[in-house]
């Protein structure tokens, strides 16, 4: 693991921009070949009317829901919006049910086709669910289209050790294909830089979650400002240093939700709900692993368009 770069004893965040050069030089950045496992754009695009999706019954993948400590200090309140173009929802049908699940952003990226989310969200998908991406989702609406996902990466480490023993990895690249008229969804709805080692302490993030819930209960994505600290795990099973948020009401479903900071091009993502817990037992705190230069990485390997990370078969 890279050391991370220093500015005055503090760790720098790292953009993935200032990586730009170092990829192209490498890579060559050459178009990544088409392997879909969604539906056709077309398809995806008809079936998702306003009814299916207010209707999609979603799934519940945050930590377990306890009480919240009576100790703490009062979390920041979160309160419904009609979400940013740049993150949005996951919905899937395997034929004989539908659903929507976790949260995802769109990455800043050379083929502008890249969402960032948790990786518990995605490291068991059943093979019978088509998978699509819907940004800025709210109240039924599809206001930007839909994207079908292609590829997913996930890091092996997460793979290998569980959604706990592998917490410190838990965030997902998915690449996604373009919507019905041929669009590429960064050119439709814009996408933000991903920094790794952001360091621990900042006083004002940005956390927007998608509730699992049905559209009766939570029509809208949530938003909540609070600052993060660093939280070191007390639980053996999963072990490791993460970010950690008070936000009220950021029940189970909003995995996958981004942490935004601000930077010189509008918002910078430093998390996303998982990590500890896969994001923590109580709708107030919210979790996410530390990005470091795996999660460069694995950026990277989405932009190049390798093969993704799988489960190892036994031997």
Known sequence: ?????????RPAPVPLAALFVLVLALLAVPAPPAHAVGDPASDVDAYWTAHRMEAAEPVVDKGALGPRATTAP?????HPFQGLPQVGTFFWTDGTNTGRFCGGTVLRSPHRDLVLTAGHCLRSPDPKKYLSFVPQYHDG?????IYPVERIYLDQHYYDLGTDGGARWDYAV????????GARVQRVTGGFDLFAYPGYDHPR?????????DDAHYPEPLDCSSSTHRYTSTDPAAPGDF???PCAGYVGGTSGGPFLVRDSHGYAVIGVIGGYHTGGDTPDISYSSYFTVDTLLLY???VHGDTPAAPRTAA
């Open 300 to 302: 990277l390997h989405a």
């Open 141 to 145: 609406q599809k206001p930007h289209g």
């Open 205 to 213: 993030v940005r956390l927007v979650g998608y509730p699992g819930s």
């Open 243 to 245: 970010l950690e948020i």
């Open 1 to 9: 693991m890279g050391r991370p770069l220093a500015a005055r004893g």
């Open 174 to 181: 998915v690449r996604v294909g373009p919507r019905e008229d």
């Open 74 to 78: 009062p979390a920041p309140p979160s």
